[in-house]
């Protein structure tokens, strides 16, 4: 004989406890007794309970009391009929039962003999087609796993596979056996709110007792507390901080002693982890509630210890039934994808509940078979940006085919590349540095940022520039295509400006000659161009964003913050008092980069030349001082790499196009004047030389054609509007298909026609030749010269070919001219003196590359303080005969230097945080807050009509 106890406990519940007291009166199997709690409530829910038991039915607790605490006490007053199957049904005053839940329960009880705890399937109050729970279990880390996806619709999907066993049902319509309840001694009381039911049905699992959820049991349930619809008098805590402690302390006194330890560390990083992830997505309070909740745990053995006492027993002996239904350790890292893609998109981290700060509505269809493999791979592949990429990335490899594979990448501005992550790490973090003549000048911060991208690729330096500079067109396509999501909807105009941009002169040239700060600046101008727009509508979270990343590009290209600086004032100038919040925004934007590069940038203005300089070596003419106008105007950068002028034809006429077109001529006249200014800015840089080499004026132009893709992205977007017209506005549209495509197509034609021009090549000689490598003792260093033109200019090294970056450090401008002036002496035959000179800063051995100049070689036979080590057609290698000292140690840690470096690594960590996404406004409990429970949001099926009142 089956006798069930209904015990209904309530809280400030009044607005759902209606509902609730009108579903257990509709069951179809009778109850047999009725109790009431109500703890302490002010909203008259001890009233509905009243007239729905009777006053002798309903016991009356303090505010603080907690759930398990009232059960306890409700039935420890009931007497115990040991003849009878007893069952005490709990629930929630937010839980409202289907008709048949408690019929279907004890129909599965009957079923399952061994079944102690049984639960039925939860779903939302409010869009009741929302599945919540079927079962629950947990991860040793204590997050909690609930197997379904975020927002899933029940379709009767999962009821057709039976009973479920589960590790744990929510105590909200939880059935358990009388017997079963006495022998667990109930809920733990340490637990008074969330992970009390997991805590109870582990407890009962590790006993040899069944958990079951059965589908077809339904009931809705609001999660009030876990969703913050009422304020919590059981606990100070805030519901997160509480539900993460509460989650540890289960999960840890309920494991075996290996498990534990492995837990414990497992939950430290895991929460360092939680918490850079909540602080990133600006939510401080988030992240204080997993650091206290872990510290209250970890910080309060005493506690951990007596609960791990009182489950001795059934810890021993019942572990492996419950280890298999725990969550497997794969899953940790599903959940941490989950929370870098829910921070990426702006709607925080997920919480220990499984539950998104901030999940969104959808329709009914929404997200069908969107995280299904098939449909996840058919938008894929079928996505104009990927194809657009895949096509770039096709044209890339074909012209680049001498660049792809082979040893060393090098030539042009392009040190080659050698070394690993921990060597640039070193080269930016050190306050002396000893390669060359010695250097104590701060080191160029975009070797830090070339650290931190070598060091994703798995320290691989060579990795990484090969694909910041190899793949730049793609990386720039890509940019273009994503950037101007806002700015065009139609998609065809969308591809082509990402196409035309991507295979502008700019980015061959950049590419043949191996200029990376160039490369990266163009992948970057389309973002800045975006962001842009978002800041003159005064967004501070997009200012903090592009300060971010036009600090970057100055780091590479210091010339960009000057035409960003220049066109920042304009925008001042017009939109600052017009619009509010334009002039802060603008502030931020520009600031951030000086403060994040100060001590660097201070360095560049005592030294103005060099802001027309960009990383990379700087001793090789790779620019045409006589570039004509009109190569600038068709945005044509000269020198190797560069296309026919013709090629960029197509996009001058949109461009021109768009002036005749009297719609949105603000925006057409913005992008003509930033093109303006940029081929202005070019003119000038292109006639200017830096320690006799001329300027390249490819930032420049890259800006003006910015401007011009800004003014032609107009017509271009109203080409399936003339297409949808008559036939003269059809042929109107396809002569413009026909022009505005002529120029990718007539670029990617041209670059795969003439492959990847010199001077970047692979298979570049390491300049440290191997006999001084071997030779040499430490510290000490060889002098390599190179003949050019009449010239001869040289480098120092120390041991190892220069690192990328080490070409930028300056010496001091002493040892610089005593050293030049012993050089210049010992190629023109007057050595004597200036060989001793070279031999006092440390040099042992004198290279020079190959093919040898045959003045050159005589000359330095002839000098007797040098022996001729080798000459071949490879290159030529001398040696001192006095042996040169070791260079002197270098001084002391410089503690100004790692001041900074600890306040930059500061900084960088704010800014980041400004400019990430952070939570969305509202979370999804508290737009739930004020809706009227007679109107639950979604859409029903047809015909469904269930548990209303």
Not at 90 to 113: G, I
Not at 183 to 206: H, I, K, V
Not at 403 to 412: E, K, P, T
Not at 868 to 886: I, V
Request: one cysteine or more; charged letters at 20%; proline letters at 6%.
């Amino acid at each position: 004989m089956q006798s069930v106890t209904a015990i209904v406990v309530a809280h400030d519940g009044a607005r759902w406890l209606k509902e609730t007291l009108a579903a257990l009166r509709r069951q179809t199997r009778p109850l047999d007794r009725v109790v009431g709690v109500d703890n302490g409530s002010r909203d008259g829910s001890g009233q509905l309970l009243a007239e729905a038991f009777g006053g002798a039915n309903v016991l009356t607790m303090p505010r603080s009391t907690g759930f398990g605490e009232a059960v306890h006490e409700v039935l420890g007053r009931l007497p115990h009929d040991p003849r009878a199957d007893e069952w005490v049904w709990l629930l929630h005053d937010d839980c409202a039962p289907d008709a048949r839940a408690l019929q279907t329960l004890l129909w599965a009880a009957e079923h399952a003999p061994e079944a102690a705890i049984l639960g039925p399937k939860l779903l939302d109050w409010l869009d009741r087609r929302v599945l919540l729970e079927m079962g629950v279990t947990v991860s040793r880390s204590g997050m909690r796993e609930t197997g379904l996806e975020p927002r899933e619709y029940d379709q009767g999907q999962h009821d057709g596979e039976g009973l479920l066993d589960v590790l744990s049902v929510s105590t909200a319509g939880m059935l358990i056996r009388r017997d079963v309840w006495d022998q667990l001694s109930g809920l733990d009381p340490e637990l008074p709110l969330f992970r009390d039911d997991l805590d109870l049905c582990w407890r009962a699992r590790a006993m040899g007792h069944r958990v079951l959820n059965v589908p077809e049991a339904v009931a809705w349930h609001a999660e009030a507390a876990a969703r913050r619809r009422r304020r919590l008098a059981v606990s100070d805590e805030h519901p997160r901080r509480l539900d993460r402690r509460n989650a540890l302390l289960v999960i840890m006194a309920n494991l075996p002693f290996g498990a534990l330890i492995r837990s414990v560390f497992r939950n430290i990083l895991g929460s360092l982890l939680r918490t850079v992830l909540f602080l990133v997505a600006k939510q401080p309070a988030n992240a204080l509630d997993e650091v206290v909740a872990l510290g209250s745990i970890i910080g309060r053995p005493g506690r951990l210890r007596r609960a791990r006492r009182r489950r001795r027993q059934g810890r021993k002996q019942g572990y492996p039934a419950v280890a298999r239904l725990l969550t497997p350790p794969g899953a940790a890292f599903r959940r941490l994808a989950d929370m870098v893609q829910s921070f990426v998109a702006g709607a925080g981290p997920v919480d220990s509940a499984g539950r998104h700060h901030a999940a969104a509505e959808t329709d009914e269809d929404d997200g069908e078979d969107l995280l299904s493999d098939s449909g996840l791979m058919q938008r894929l592949f079928t996505s104009p940006g990927v194809l657009l990429c895949l096509a770039l990335l096709a044209v890339t490899v074909a012209a680049e085919r001498s660049l792809v594979y082979g040893g060393l990448l090098g030539g042009g501005s392009l040190v080659p590349i050698t070394g690993g992550a921990s060597d640039l790490w070193r080269l930016y973090t050190e306050s002396h540095h000893v390669t060359g003549l010695g250097s104590d000048t701060w080191a160029p911060p975009y070797v830090a940022l070339l650290a931190l991208v070598s060091t994703v690729f798995l320290g691989k330096t060579w990795l990484a520039v090969s694909v910041l500079l190899l793949g730049c067109v793609p990386l720039a396509g890509i940019s273009a295509y994503v950037a101007t999501k806002k700015m065009i909807s139609y998609t065809p105009a969308r591809v082509w400006l990402a196409a035309t941009y991507a295979l502008l002169p700019v980015a061959t040239g950049a590419i043949a000659s191996g200029r990376l700060g160039t490369a990266i600046v163009f992948v970057l101008l389309p973002v800045y161009a975006s962001l842009a727009t978002r800041i003159v509508a005064g967004s501070r979270r997009a200012a903090w964003g592009f300060g971010l990343l036009l600090a970057v590009g100055t780091a590479f290209v210091p010339l960009l913050y000057v035409l960003v600086a220049v066109l920042g004032g304009l925008a001042a100038v017009s939109f600052a008092g017009v619009r509010r919040g334009v002039g802060v925004a603008l502030a931020i934007g520009l600031g951030t980069p000086l403060v994040l590069l100060f001590p660097w940038l201070a360095g560049l203005v005592r030294d103005p030349g060099r802001i027309l300089l960009e990383s990379g070596l700087h001793d090789i003419a790779l620019s045409d001082p006589g570039l004509g106008g009109e190569n600038l105007l068709m945005l044509s950068p000269g020198g190797p790499g560069a296309p026919p002028v013709w090629v960029t034809a197509g996009l001058v006429a949109v461009a021109l196009a768009a002036l005749l077109v009297r719609r949105h001529q603000m925006v057409v006249a913005i992008g003509w004047g930033v093109m303006v200014f940029g081929v202005l800015v070019a003119i000038v840089v292109g006639r200017l030389t830096v320690h006799g080499v001329p300027a390249w004026p490819g930032v420049p132009l890259a800006f003006a054609a910015t401007g011009l893709l800004v003014a032609a992205a107009r017509p271009a977007r109203w080409i399936g509007e003339f297409a949808a017209g008559g036939m003269l506005r059809r042929a109107a549209a396809a002569l413009i298909v026909v022009v505005a495509f002529a120029t990718p197509l007539a670029a990617a034609a041209m670059w795969i026609k003439s492959g990847a021009e010199d001077p970047l090549r692979r298979g570049v000689r390491d300049p440290m030749p191997l006999l001084a490598a071997v030779g040499s003792a430490k510290g000490q260093g060889t002098l390599v010269l190179r003949p050019r033109d009449g010239v001869v200019t040289y480098t120092v090294l120390r041991g190892s070919a220069p690192l990328i970056g080490e070409s930028d450090l300056a010496a001091a401008e002493d040892a610089s001219q005593r050293f030049g002036t012993a050089v210049a002496g010992l190629a023109s035959g007057r050595g004597g003196t200036y060989a001793r000179t070279l031999a006092q800063y440390g040099v042992q051995f004198v290279s020079v590359p190959g093919p040898v100049d045959a003045t050159l070689h005589r000359t330095l036979d002839s000098e007797p303080a040098l022996v001729r080590m080798s000459l071949s057609a490879g290159g030529g290698l001398w040696k001192l005969a006095q042996p040169a000292p070791a260079p002197p140690p270098p001084p002391g840690g410089d503690s100004a230097h790692r001041i900074w470096l600890w306040a930059q690594a500061t900084l960088l960590l704010v800014v980041v945080i400004l400019a990430s996404p952070g939570a969305r406004a509202a979370e999804a409990e508290e737009q739930y807050a004020d809706v009227p429970l007679e109107e639950p949001r979604g859409r029903r099926r047809a015909g469904e009509d269930r548990v209303r009142v």
